[in-house]
């Protein structure tokens, strides 16, 4: 199944069920098109935090001359990051270099805390996209990333919640900027799967329903132009676009 969080005509905010085939929507009697304008598409859920997870993929490492950690490297970013499916995403001026990311994000299901690995997959909700949009001039700058990872709308999220069964366990991630390919893998590439992400999180953390982990990027990481269009695509869950404003 595939969810969509929207506000309808009215201005309520609703949960509703999405059909990909036809692109649309439907809640209470009532269908939308995805990209109806007397809707807004919002951010999938409402997290209190999002745990992202960097260096995931030893080929993104490498590419950041970085070597690969022995256990899952994390770092924060707050809700103020979350920005939506078809936005225009302002980003920060003045900056040399600020980057693509496209991650498999997964939300959890329920408040949680100390979830062996085995278990993991009982508190997941579902999986959706994200882009990790990142300030490289002052992420190398610091080492708590927060003016590198935690800006406003760092975090394009969406368009829907696919719960796992829609997901393959070897689903690929794509990155395009302007229609053309920058980034491809999938997650069997990543270094720690997502039980093994679960466990260690709540081994120091109490994750909440609707928080959520992005599992880090692939190789083939870039800067952003000023008017881009990126799209993430998650197979199983579908396309994430929004576009880019450099002041």
């Not at 999405?18 to 990209?35: I, K, M, Q, R």
């Not at 120091?204 to 599992?215: C, F, H, K, R, S």
């Not at 008017?227 to 002041?247: K, N």
Request: hydrophobic letters at 35%.
């Amino acid at each position: 199944m595939h969810r969509v969080r929207f506000r309808d005509p009215a201005g309520s905010i609703r949960e509703g069920t999405y059909d990909p085939a036809s692109d649309t929507v439907a809640f209470a009697g009532e269908e939308y098109a995805l990209d109806a304008p007397d809707i807004d598409v919002l951010p999938p859920t409402d997290p209190s935090k999002i745990v992202c997870i960097g260096r995931n993929y030893a080929e993104h490492a490498a590419e950041l001359g970085n070597d690969v950690p022995d256990r899952p490297l994390l770092f924060l970013k707050p809700p103020n990051a979350l920005s939506s499916h078809g936005d225009t995403v302002t980003v920060p001026a003045g900056k040399d270099r600020i980057d693509w990311e496209a991650e498999i994000a997964v939300v959890i299901g329920e408040q949680c805390k100390d979830v062996d690995a085995d278990d993991a997959m009982d508190v997941v909700a579902g999986f959706t996209c994200m882009d990790d949009i990142s300030n490289r001039d002052d992420q190398n700058k610091e080492q708590n990333w927060v003016r590198g990872k935690a800006f406003d709308n760092a975090a394009p999220l969406g368009p829907v919640l696919a719960t796992p069964d829609e997901v393959p366990e070897d689903a690929s991630v794509e990155l395009r900027v302007n229609g053309e390919t920058k980034q491809s893998s999938d997650r069997a590439h990543q270094i720690f799967d997502v039980p093994t992400l679960i466990e260690e999180i709540t081994t120091y953390m109490t994750l909440e329903a609707g928080d959520v982990i992005a599992t880090g990027t692939p190789e083939g990481v870039g800067p952003l132009s000023d008017g881009d269009t990126v799209e993430v695509e998650v197979e199983g869950v579908g396309t994430l676009e929004h576009d880019v404003r450099i002041p």
